[in-house]
Structures are given as structure tokens and as C-alpha cells.
């Protein structure tokens, strides 16, 4: 599972970033554009609105698997979520917490 969580964080990574890129290149930083495109009618809403929803029910879903198998730095995943994405925050937090449990299952055996 670990191979493809980390396919997919790379995957959530490349596939947002051509099209904001793609964005930059056209329009700049200019964000009054960009959040007026965002929320553009009912259907861009209802992705944008659901996918805030989506990061803040990982966030409390990442607090609380980091307090649960001790993975350290887990405001990382935060800042990665803010500046990139969910799309590779979440798979990124899965690869990295199953490397977790992975240590420290050997921990128990050992």
C-alpha cells in the first residue's frame, strides 16, 4: 500500500499544479481572479465547498492518527494541504503514518 499512496501523493502533486501553473502563466498571481473563477457558478462551488470540507475533516483525522501511532511533524501535512493540496497532503500522511506502523510493529516483536 505504501508504493501507492506515495504514486498517488506524486500524482496529487503534478495533476493540480499544471493547471494552476497553466493559471500563473495566463493570469498571474492575481488572486482576486482566481477566487472569482473558483466560485464561478453553482458546479465550481459545489468542488471548491467540498473540498474545504474534505481538508478539514483530514485534518482532524491526521491529528488525531499522528497522536494515536506517535507520527512526529504532523503540521506538515497541514502547510502541504494550504500550498499544494489534499490530493497529495492525504496520501502523502498515509504513506509516511504506514511507514509508522510498520516501525513500530517491529518494535513489538523485537
Known amino acids: ?29 492575481n488572486l482576486q481572479l482566481f477566487f472569482s473563477q473558483i466560485f464561478a457558478n453553482n458546479i465550481s462551488s459545489f468542488f471548491a465547498v467540498d473540498l474545504i470540507i474534505s481538508a478539514i475533516v483530514f485534518w482532524i483525522f491526521l491529528y488525531r492518527e499522528s497522536q494515536r501511532w506517535q507520527v512526529r511533524n504532523w503540521w506538515v501535512y497541514i502547510v502541504a494541504t494550504l500550498t499544494i493540496g489534499s490530493s497529495f497532503a492525504l496520501p502523502l500522511f498515509l504513506y509516511f503514518r504506514e ?9 513489538t516483536r523485537d
Open 1 to 29: 500500500m505504501r508504493k501507492l499512496y506515495l504514486l498517488f501523493a506524486v500524482v496529487g502533486f503534478v495533476l493540480p499544479y499544471y493547471f494552476f501553473v497553466s493559471f500563473l502563466f495566463t493570469n498571474g498571481l
Open 99 to 107: 511507514a509508522r506502523i510498520g516501525a513500530l510493529a517491529s518494535e
